[in-house]
Protein backbone atom coordinates (compact mmCIF):
# COMPACT_ATOMS: atom_id res chain seq x y z
CA UNK A 1 0.00 0.00 0.00
CA UNK A 2 1.15 3.49 -0.86
CA UNK A 3 0.46 5.97 2.26
CA UNK A 4 2.23 8.32 1.25
CA UNK A 5 0.75 12.13 1.10
CA UNK A 6 -0.70 13.71 -2.60
CA UNK A 7 0.52 16.89 -3.73
CA UNK A 8 -1.87 19.13 -3.00
CA UNK A 9 -3.28 21.02 -5.87
CA UNK A 10 -3.82 24.89 -5.58
CA UNK A 11 -7.95 25.69 -5.66
CA UNK A 12 -8.64 26.55 -9.25
CA UNK A 13 -10.03 29.94 -8.87
CA UNK A 14 -13.49 29.87 -10.83
CA UNK A 15 -13.89 32.80 -12.98
CA UNK A 16 -16.28 35.74 -11.71
CA UNK A 17 -18.44 37.91 -14.17
CA UNK A 18 -18.73 41.64 -13.33
CA UNK A 19 -21.25 42.85 -11.13
CA UNK A 20 -21.15 46.02 -13.36
CA UNK A 21 -21.79 44.21 -16.64
CA UNK A 22 -24.41 41.65 -14.85
CA UNK A 23 -26.06 44.92 -13.73
CA UNK A 24 -26.02 46.75 -17.20
CA UNK A 25 -27.72 43.57 -19.09
CA UNK A 26 -30.14 43.55 -16.57
CA UNK A 27 -31.40 47.56 -16.97
CA UNK A 28 -30.99 46.97 -20.71
CA UNK A 29 -33.46 44.37 -20.89
CA UNK A 30 -35.94 46.05 -18.58
CA UNK A 31 -35.92 49.34 -20.64
CA UNK A 32 -36.01 47.12 -23.56
CA UNK A 33 -39.34 45.22 -22.42
CA UNK A 34 -40.88 48.62 -21.09
CA UNK A 35 -40.35 51.01 -24.51
CA UNK A 36 -41.31 47.40 -26.29
CA UNK A 37 -44.91 47.12 -24.44
CA UNK A 38 -45.82 50.92 -24.61
CA UNK A 39 -45.13 50.71 -28.31
CA UNK A 40 -47.92 48.26 -29.25
CA UNK A 41 -51.30 49.66 -29.79
CA UNK A 42 -53.96 48.93 -27.76
CA UNK A 43 -56.18 46.18 -29.15
CA UNK A 44 -59.87 46.87 -27.53
CA UNK A 45 -61.44 47.47 -30.68
CA UNK A 46 -61.50 45.31 -33.83
CA UNK A 47 -59.64 47.40 -36.73
CA UNK A 48 -62.73 48.07 -39.29
CA UNK A 49 -62.09 46.62 -42.84
CA UNK A 50 -63.33 49.64 -44.49
CA UNK A 51 -61.08 52.58 -43.72
CA UNK A 52 -61.86 56.45 -45.27
CA UNK A 53 -59.04 58.41 -45.74
CA UNK A 54 -58.29 60.84 -43.20
CA UNK A 55 -59.46 64.54 -44.51
CA UNK A 56 -55.22 65.72 -44.68
CA UNK A 57 -54.84 63.64 -47.71
CA UNK A 58 -57.54 65.08 -49.97
CA UNK A 59 -58.71 62.37 -51.44
CA UNK A 60 -62.05 61.16 -51.39
CA UNK A 61 -63.02 57.24 -52.35
CA UNK A 62 -64.63 56.93 -55.71
CA UNK A 63 -67.49 55.20 -54.24
CA UNK A 64 -69.22 54.91 -50.94
CA UNK A 65 -69.47 51.50 -49.55
CA UNK A 66 -72.51 49.65 -50.44
CA UNK A 67 -74.80 48.99 -46.99
CA UNK A 68 -75.80 45.18 -46.69
CA UNK A 69 -78.45 44.96 -43.69
CA UNK A 70 -80.24 41.74 -42.98
CA UNK A 71 -83.39 41.48 -40.42
CA UNK A 72 -84.94 38.02 -39.19
CA UNK A 73 -88.48 37.78 -38.03
CA UNK A 74 -89.44 34.71 -36.80
CA UNK A 75 -87.79 32.07 -39.41
CA UNK A 76 -88.39 34.54 -42.48
CA UNK A 77 -84.83 36.43 -43.37
CA UNK A 78 -84.82 39.38 -45.32
CA UNK A 79 -81.51 41.38 -46.23
CA UNK A 80 -81.75 45.13 -47.58
CA UNK A 81 -78.52 46.15 -50.32
CA UNK A 82 -79.50 49.89 -49.74
CA UNK A 83 -83.32 50.60 -50.29
CA UNK A 84 -84.21 47.79 -52.56
CA UNK A 85 -85.25 44.54 -50.37
CA UNK A 86 -83.69 40.84 -51.55
CA UNK A 87 -85.00 37.27 -49.61
CA UNK A 88 -83.01 34.64 -50.15
CA UNK A 89 -79.14 34.51 -50.12
CA UNK A 90 -78.86 34.08 -53.61
CA UNK A 91 -80.61 36.65 -54.94
CA UNK A 92 -77.74 38.58 -53.08
CA UNK A 93 -75.59 37.49 -54.34
CA UNK A 94 -77.45 37.76 -57.72
CA UNK A 95 -77.95 41.53 -56.44
CA UNK A 96 -74.30 42.52 -55.66
CA UNK A 97 -72.69 40.78 -58.62
CA UNK A 98 -74.62 44.31 -60.65
CA UNK A 99 -73.44 46.74 -58.22
CA UNK A 100 -69.68 48.15 -58.51
CA UNK A 101 -67.43 46.03 -55.90
CA UNK A 102 -64.94 49.02 -55.81
CA UNK A 103 -66.48 50.48 -52.34
CA UNK A 104 -66.75 47.38 -50.58
CA UNK A 105 -69.71 46.20 -48.23
CA UNK A 106 -71.05 46.94 -44.81
CA UNK A 107 -72.97 44.15 -43.11
CA UNK A 108 -75.00 45.13 -40.32
CA UNK A 109 -77.66 43.10 -38.25
CA UNK A 110 -81.39 43.71 -37.69
CA UNK A 111 -83.16 42.97 -34.16
CA UNK A 112 -83.17 39.29 -33.90
CA UNK A 113 -80.50 38.10 -36.64
CA UNK A 114 -78.30 35.71 -35.46
CA UNK A 115 -74.12 35.17 -36.30
CA UNK A 116 -74.99 32.37 -38.71
CA UNK A 117 -77.41 34.94 -40.85
CA UNK A 118 -74.22 37.82 -40.86
CA UNK A 119 -71.64 35.02 -41.84
CA UNK A 120 -73.78 33.91 -44.67
CA UNK A 121 -74.44 37.74 -45.67
CA UNK A 122 -70.60 38.40 -45.24
CA UNK A 123 -70.04 35.04 -48.03
CA UNK A 124 -72.42 36.22 -49.91
CA UNK A 125 -70.63 39.56 -50.67
CA UNK A 126 -67.33 37.51 -51.36
CA UNK A 127 -69.13 35.23 -53.40
CA UNK A 128 -70.17 38.20 -55.38
CA UNK A 129 -66.61 39.47 -56.37
CA UNK A 130 -66.32 42.13 -53.35
CA UNK A 131 -62.98 41.78 -51.66
CA UNK A 132 -63.42 44.42 -49.47
CA UNK A 133 -66.54 43.00 -46.69
CA UNK A 134 -66.86 44.70 -43.44
CA UNK A 135 -69.38 44.08 -40.05
CA UNK A 136 -70.65 46.95 -38.41
CA UNK A 137 -72.87 46.30 -35.21
CA UNK A 138 -76.24 47.34 -35.34
CA UNK A 139 -78.24 49.71 -33.03
Do not use: C, W
Not at 32 to 42: K, N, Q, R
Not at 105 to 130: L, P, R, W, Y
Amino acid sequence: MNFRRREVRAIESIPRLSLVAFIDIVLFLLLYLMLAGTLAPPESRLAVGLERPSPATGKAPPLSPIKLRVDRSGERLSYHIGQREVEGREAVVVALTQVPKDGGVIVTGGEGTIVADIAASMQAAKDAGFTRVSYAPGK
